[in-house]
């Protein structure tokens, strides 16, 4: 037998390209967690994979675009919402995906969210928040919490964070989560829920940065933040997201807005149908 | 030459610029990280903190709001700078036209990195060239050392009242931004002594009274306003009018400079190297033209007459200095680390064929595209192309004009 047939395989090793293995992800980093909650999903929901289209930005967690096994585009930074929105809408018998970073999507890419959201078209986000922008090599973002340290907040960061929940929930989301990566069998449960959902929706997942922001914050090993989640995590499901707090001494979890609501693609085509009979009907 | 005792440290490419901004009492900065310009601006932030320097620091959400941010603060008569590469100079488009067009004298470093797709965080120009003709003045430079004294420069040209133009130091990615080199730095009494205050010129307020050129509410003026055909092409007319301008400039504040740090970059806009006699040549940007010269050095031993000409001054464009250099050379190969897809051949060698058009003996030019996405041009390779050029002038015939030097066919 060949040595590669000797060596155990990852159940989920399918989904996944192999020829892109080993992953750049530091020992530790919550990105690895995310991505095998999304696959497990994917497996449990029998979900056909010619239908699945996975976009990402750049970043860390934007690699994730380029290792799952399913038709996918690594977009330029902050601009995984627009190439999706743009993929849903040519097809719509796609189920569109957006894995993406804290920074790609709230900060460059800031105003594509909110808008996309707004329009409620049918893409799932899944945002990896570490709080920092990881792959730049740790400089503070929008999800940065007051106070915290980065390589460009050497003394504390004065800068008040988003909370990315309120934000969804405020701009139109009609499902939308958050979870730490510890909480990995409700992370996989909402993800499935995204996906089975017509519209907007975002599943926040906060995730440990060890090499980079969790070192400068002094926070521990990987495991020690795993621990931390484990003691301040409160789950609230149905909490008013405005008030859903990520503190030092507090994560608020849960699922927080599942609502039903037509979504953008939805109404155009309606609307394309509507036109089309009148045009018919004068001809 | 110089008595000021200067201070040899062990620098990458981003420290030494980041070291020159410092040094240069700016006022404003604001940036959004990309690779493998991060460490000028981390560096930068280590100083703000640690309280060196008295700089307003913005980190913004993202390269267009950085320049924009960068504009209104030097709008105000701050001295600004900023950096980026890559993607995020891209994303600057529309602003860096907006930034020469309101006559910003912004101070910017690039680290020349490629643009998608494919991804890729390496070495190429395609960056910087893309944006040629932006209004911005560009110096590209050869090693860290030139870096930081083009910085220091640089502010003096941007802000010079007969200049008034946002400046690019361009500087390779990673073969400069991330290597370690020893760099000699001025004082900073030396420095903040050679660059002076930001001087402010007078403009016609909107009553015909003289005000200085400044967003300032005791002197209330409009920067950036309308002008339709009525008046746009006039402000176009200047900007060429501040360009030529900068030839002369920039030659006057490189001498300057060399008076005081004993450091000369040929004359400020084009560097030559063994090409008075040189009967093949090469010409270049950027770090590429280190290796050149060591192989240049190789030639020279054997006996063959090979030379350099390095382009500092991308624009304006040295066009004089380079046809009086390249006179006498028979056959000449030009480097492009980036392409005009479609478009025969690279910007660098669009340039130079167009300076040496109607030239009494016009040599031989090939254009050879080499190193994108950060491929290695080693000594052998470059060897190659004088060989080539020797060929050439031995048959006295150009088969193939643009050329592609180390990449898979
Ligand atoms: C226009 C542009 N600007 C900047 C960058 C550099 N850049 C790459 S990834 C990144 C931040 C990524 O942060 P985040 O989205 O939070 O992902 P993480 O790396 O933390 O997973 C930045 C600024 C870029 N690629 N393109
Ligand atoms: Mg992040």
Known sequence: MKEADLMLKHPLAKYLRQERMPHIWCEGCGNGILLNSFLEGLDELKQNLDRIVVVSGIGCIGRAAGYINVDSFHTTHGRAIPFATGVKLANPNLKVVVISGDGDLFAIGGNHFIHAARRNVDIKVICANNFNYGMTGGQYGPTTPLGSWTTTTPYGNIEHPFNLVHLAAASGAVYVARWTTLQVRRLKNSIKKALQKEGFSLVEVISPCPEIFDRYNKLGTAVDVMKWFKLISQVKHGYDPAKAEVAKNKIIVGEFVDIEKPSYGRLLREMTANVQDKLKGEK | ?409
């Not at chain 2, 400020?268 to 063994?274: Q, R, S, W």
């Open chain 2, 1 to 409: 030459m110089t008595t000021i005792k200067q201070n040899t440290l062990a620098l990458n490419g981003d420290e030494a610029v980041a070291l020159a901004v410092k040094q240069s009492d700016v006022d404003v900065v604001a940036a959004y990280p990309i690779t493998p310009q991060t460490i000028i601006v981390e560096k930068f932030s280590e100083y703000i903190a640690d309280g060196e320097v008295e700089t307003e620091f913005v980190c913004t959400e993202s390269e267009h709001s950085a320049l924009s941010a960068c504009l209104t603060a030097s709008a105000t008569g701050a001295r600004t700078f900023t950096a980026s590469a890559s993607a995020g100079l891209a994303l600057m488009h529309e602003i860096l036209y907006v930034t020469s067009g309101c006559r910003a004298p912004i101070v910017m470093a690039i680290a020349n990195r490629a643009l998608s797709a494919p991804i890729n965080i390496h070495c190429d120009h395609s960056d910087s060239m893309a944006e040629r003709d932006s209004g911005w003045i560009q110096i590209y430079v050869e090693n860290s050392q030139e870096a930081y004294d083009s910085i220091i420069q640089a502010f003096r040209i941007a802000e010079h009242p007969d200049v008034l133009l946002p400046v690019m130091v361009c500087l390779d990615a990673f073969f400069l931004s991330h290597t370690l080199e020893n760099v000699k730095t001025l004082p900073n009494e030396a420095v903040q002594e050679f660059i002076g205050d930001r001087q402010i010129p007078l403009v016609l307020g909107h009553e015909g009274e003289k005000v200085p050129f400044k967003l300032d509410p005791k002197n209330p003026i409009t920067i950036g306003p309308l002008a339709l055909y009525d008046y746009y092409f006039e402000h176009k007319r200047q900007q060429e009018e501040a360009m030529r301008e900068a030839l002369r400039i920039i030659r006057q504040v490189h001498n300057e400079f060399a008076e005081t740090s004993g450091r000369k970059y040929g004359n400020g806009l084009i560097e030559t190297y063994h090409l008075e006699d040189a009967e093949i040549a090469t010409v270049c940007v950027g770090s590429t033209a280190g290796t050149i010269k060591t192989v240049v050095d190789q030639l020279r031993e054997q006996g063959v007459k090979a030379g350099i000409l390095r382009l500092r001054t991308l624009r304006p464009l040295p066009f004089s200095d380079i046809k009086k250099a390249l006179e006498g050379v028979k056959a000449l190969a030009v480097m492009d680390r980036s392409n005009s897809f479609g478009g025969h051949g690279g910007p660098v060698f669009h340039e130079i064929r167009h300076v040496l058009y109607g030239t009494h003996s016009t040599p031989f030019v090939v254009n050879y595209i080499f190193g994108l996405g950060g491929r290695d041009m080693p000594q052998n390779a470059i060897l190659g192309i004088y060989r080539d050029l020797q060929a050439i002038l031995k048959t006295e015939r150009v088969v193939e004009d643009v050329r592609f030097a180390g990449v898979r066919e």
